[in-house]
C-alpha cells in the first residue's frame, strides 16, 4: 500500500521551529523529487519546498527562503522540512507529495 505520512506538527509560538517528517512506504521513493506544500482554509494550495530524487537539488518559495530546510534521507525513505523563524503567516496544513502521490497533511500553528 502506497502511502506518504506526515508527522511533526504542532503549535508553536512566532520564532519558534518545527521538524516535519515525511515517511514514504509502498513504493520506490528514492526514484522520486519531493515537494512540500501549504494550504490555509478558504486558500490555494501553495509550494513551499522541493528536492531532487538524490538529494542535490532543492528549491523553495521566496516566503520561506533563509528559513526552512528541506532535506531527504532515501536510507529512511523520509523527508524533512526544517522550519526556523516561524511566523503567524506560516499557519497552514503542510502536505508532502511526489508526482503520484499525496500525503494527508499536518497542521502547523504558529501563534502566542
Known amino acids: 500500500q502506497v502511502q506518504l505520512v506526515e508527522s511533526g506538527g504542532g503549535m508553536v509560538q512566532p520564532g519558534g521551529s518545527l521538524r516535519l517528517s515525511c515517511a514514504a512506504s509502498?513504493?520506490?521513493?528514492?526514484?522520486?523529487?519531493v515537494s512540500w506544500y501549504r494550504q490555509v482554509p478558504g486558500k490555494e494550495r501553495e509550494f513551499v519546498a522541493g528536492?531532487?530524487?538524490?538529494?542535490?537539488?532543492?528549491n523553495y518559495a521566496d516566503s520561506v527562503k533563509g528559513r526552512f530546510t528541506i532535506s531527504r534521507d532515501n536510507a529512511k525513505n523520509t523527508v524533512y522540512l526544517q522550519m526556523n523563524s516561524l511566523k503567524p503567516e506560516d499557519t497552514a496544513v503542510y502536505y508532502c507529495?511526489?508526482?503520484?502521490?499525496w500525503g494527508q497533511g499536518t497542521q502547523v500553528t504558529v501563534s502566542s
Open positions: 507529495a511526489t508526482s503520484e502521490y
Open positions: 528536492i531532487s530524487w538524490s538529494g542535490g537539488i532543492t
Open positions: 509502498g513504493f520506490t521513493f528514492s526514484y522520486y523529487a
